[in-house]
Structure formats: C-alpha cells, structure tokens
C-alpha cells in the first residue's frame, strides 16, 4: 500500500471509529432494484378551505429491515402534500393522538403569531388545536413540521413533516409543468440511520449533539434512493431538504443543468441555470430539468461540507468531513428514469412573470445576532463532564429561555440584521417573515441559492438581510428565530421576538 492510500485508510479508520460508521451506497451503483419514488396525493384544500390533519404514531419499514415504530400527520410516517390557494383561509383541525405533547409549525407562511404554531402552542396528547391560516403570500412550495422544544429534533426524524404548497393557478401561464406526481415531483430528502435490524436509529452521541445528527443513508419521501419515472419533456422538481442537520450539494451525475426558479417563499423573475444547488435544512429549491434526451441519470450529492472552526470542534468536524468526503463519495440521492410519455412543457421557458421586492436603502433598525456555540467562555462540551445534559448552545450569549423575550420588533417596519455563526455553518430561519439576503459569505453579492425572497438562510461567517414584519405576534405567541441545525434548536440556539 502506497503512502497516500495509507494515509486516507488511516484517517478514515480513525474517524469512523471515533465519531461513528460512515458507510453509503455509492453514486452509480446499480438502481434496478430499487423502490419506486412514493408520490403522496394532494391534498387539496383550494374548494373546502378546511385540512384536517391527525398526528399519530406508526410503524414502517425502511430498505426491507424489521418495522421501526415513527410518527406522522395523517398516515404511519410523514405526510401529505397539502395545496392552498393563494388568497383563501383555511381552516385547520389538527388533532394530537400521540402519547405526548406537539406543536406544529407552518414554516414558510406569513400567519400571525397566535396560529404560527411554535413551541408556546403545543397540543396535549388528545387534544385539538384549531388555528385559521389567512393565506396570503405568492405561490410558493412551504412544509409544516414539529416544533416542541426541546423534542423538535426527535420527532421530526421520526417522520413529523409534510409539505405544504401554495397554488395561485399561474402555472400554465408561466410555462412550468404543473401536473402532481407527472411532471411535477415533491421531493422531501432526509438522511438517516438504519440499525443492524434495518430500523430507524436515532441514539445521538456527543458529536450528534455538537454537530447536529445525520446519517448515512439517503431517503425521498421516505423511500431510500428510489427511481422516479419522467416523461420525455421538462420536468418541475420540487426540492425540500427534510433532515435535521445535513447539507446536500444536489447535481447530476452527468452534468446536466437545473434551471433555478423558486426559492423559499416564491418564484424568481426568471429561470437561472447551475450545474449544483447547496440546499440546507429547511430551505427549498424548484427546479426545471430537461428529461427529453430520455436518457437515465442519478440526482446525487457530495459530502457535507459543514466544517468547524479552530479548537476541538474544529478539529473533529474537520476529521469527520474528511473522512467522510473519502468514504462516501458521492452518493445517489434518486434517479430518473425517461419513459414514452409526452408532457405539457417541451421548452423552457424565458421568465415566470414574477417580480422580487426592490432593495431597501434605509432601515428603521438595526440589531446583530450571534450564533453561539459556546457561552460565556464555558465549553460547549460540558454535558462531556457528566451532567449528561449535552452541549449548551445560544443566539447572543442566551440560550433559549421560553419566559424571555429577546426583541420586540415594530409592525410595517423593515429591520437590517447581521448574523454571524460560530464555528459551523448554521441554517437560519425566522418564523413569520420573508427578507432578502444583502451580503452573505461571498461579502459582496449573494451566491445564486441566496436570491430572491427567503425564510431560512444557511450562514457561513456572516449575513446581512433586510427582513420586512408584516405580521403580528404578541407576548404569548412570539415569532422565534433559530437555528434549523434542529439538534442545535433542541439544545438552545432560540430566541422570540414580538412584532406589533
């Protein structure tokens, strides 16, 4: 063995034994065997204006193990793909039939802070929550998940996520595909951890903690690296990153272009080509693809790249992307596979039609934020010491204090925050609000993934956004902002704010 095959089998010997198994199935392994893309039915509140949804606890079985107990809405794990109308009310029955509590957050809708859904707004076990969600945004793709501190990380992996998509019946006019489960695909992209029985793991070590928890294998809409067939045409894929901290740097494996057209919170003026999307948690994406050359291709992803900074965290997390860029590889997230239907769309098109908020140029306040991984001087690594408690972690010097306000933010005003992180990349996400990113790692204008209108943002460094309040939330049900690192939320990286 030569000096340099011998230095890579080291340092990935050593990691794995450290900081745990990192094992994938590679890109361009063979895909005949695998599942077909599950596409759950819309459900479609556009005419009764009503969604009933029911949390409830499950069994199922991933990649042919043993059943792993999970929860979902409506069904044993995840749920369904909700479609509103842009402009309507819905009126929401959501019934909690877990053995504990839940609270359900409507990430990327601009609702008031009394039906936002956040962790003040848990629903006992057999209870009913019944907020009315005024609608009234742009067309875009959002998702509604757990938000109970701090089990937000657990139940989400444990299935409590689905989408929600808002509809203002423009599709057709702008050009993109729009027919569900055809050529229009939801993707909701999680990684996990199987178990020797094939069963969903989730015992977290102290790294899972520190780092935020992720796994080893890739799973859309709850199918591991399923095959989805296309029609010979353009293809609308709908990407939203389900996982609690991994970070996917989504292209295809023979290089072929995915037109940008949506963001977070709604469309882009105009389609933009890339030939790689990064996508954090919490954070979507749409995309056009052209499937008409009707040859199969793998949508795969490189390792995560969520490096820390210097000291031990730095050190560890350097290791673990190390020895995971030379383990994994790149790896398969799903592939497409071209039949002999003909879809609607057969050209890309030139513009949506939308248009973006101009830039602001004053601002009514200014505030700074600090992602902490380290308070005070403590190290985060004290739940190491034998308190068991884990890392602590916070925005500004506080951990999450659920009887603290940390901002009160005034209604119709536009607000200049700078974020800064601390030693990893975290996703930033801020319930209630759409803003713009002004500067962003590059230090000058944004990277491609950071335009447009957004609701959660992956920091490297440091940000700067304007962020528009347009909605109201009171002392009893604040708006929270957080990190989407979901085991970071968990252990503190949470504040509130009321806007009024």
Known sequence: MDRRRFLKHSVAVAATASLGSITAQPARAASRNRPTLPMPEVLDVTQSGRLELTAQAGKTVFAGGSSSPTLGYNQGYLGPFVRARQGQEVAVRLQNDLDEPLATHWHGLLVPGEVDGGPHQAIDPGKVWEPILPIDQPASTAWFHAHTFPHTARQVYAGLAGVFQIDDGLDADRGVPHEHGVDDLTLVIQDRRLDDAGRLDYRLSMFDRMHGFQGDRLFVNGAEQPRSPVPNSIVRLRLLNGSNARIFHLRFEDGRPMHVIAGDAGFWPKPVATDELRLSPGERFEVLVDFRDGREVALITGPDQNRGGPGMMGMMSNIRSFASGLVEGDQRVLSFHPDDRKGRVDRLPEATGDSLPSRPTTFDRR??????????????????????????????????????????????????????????????????????????????????ENRGAKDTLLVDGRAEIAVRFTQPAGKDTPFMYHCHILEHEDAGMMGHFTVS
Request: hydrophobic residues 35%.
């Open 367 to 448: 505030r700074h934020f600090r992602l902490d991984m380290m308070l005070g001087g403590m190290p985060m690594m004290r739940g190491m010491m034998g308190d068991g408690s884990g890392p602590s972690m916070g925005i500004n010097g506080q951990p999450f204090d659920p009887h603290r306000i940390n901002e009160d933010v005034a209604l119709g005003t536009i607000e200049h925050w700078t974020i800064e992180s601390d030693m990893l990349m975290h996703p930033f996400h801020i319930h209630g609000v759409h803003f713009q990113v002004l500067t962003d790692e590059t230090g000058q204008s944004p990277r491609l």
